[in-house]
């Protein structure tokens, strides 16, 4: 069986000194972290923090993923940070995700071009959809399915209804690894892994309490 993916996504949250704080606390789990085989951790930090977590990470199993990437390679786009620079430091990308398609407009064309750089680099793409019907573009093997009524709500999809959407994104291509996100918590992850048919969670508000989210790791 495949690893169960745990990704934490801290979203537009904390600075340097926080995440110093973060990873003092989340490291004192380093022992029983370094044991884990069965599940691979990702986390998605804001581009200012992707160089400190990948050297606080280098000698562990814990992979960095950026939140997004550009959709154009090295050029004068000023404020991009494009795949050849994410590379350096991370490993996987989300890319689709509802607030980036809400609040900065991105479309599917603007996704399919992000995901295409992403490929070009080797990073992994982890591609948020809202569900089975999102189109998903070619070369993306984990998908994350995302309800927006869930994210940072507190009311999570029922685990029945997200296997459901997940086996639907499976049926579409045996290759995708299907996670699900929104409203994950330590209380309900094991909910929505223990069948092995929803493949990890994407985890949002519960991932910047670094014990939570230790325990999250723990429960799934
Ligand atoms: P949430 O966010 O866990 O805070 O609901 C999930 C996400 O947006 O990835």
Redesign the pocket.
Known sequence: MEKLLI?A?F?SHMNNNEAKNWLETFLTYKNNLLKVENKEIIIAAPYTLLMGFNLSFASTNIKIASQDISMFDEGAYTGEVNGRQIKDFASYV?IG???RRENFKETDDILSEKVKMALKQGIKPIY?VQGAETKVPEGVEIV?Y?PQF?????T?DTPENAEKVCAELVSRSSNFIVLY?????SNNVASFTKNGKIMGV??????LDPHEFYKIIENA
């Open positions: 990704v996504n979203k989300i995700h509802s607030e948020c994350a995302e869930a994210i940072g709500s507190g999570p996100g929104g409203s994950v918590n994407l985890v949002g508000g519960a991932s």
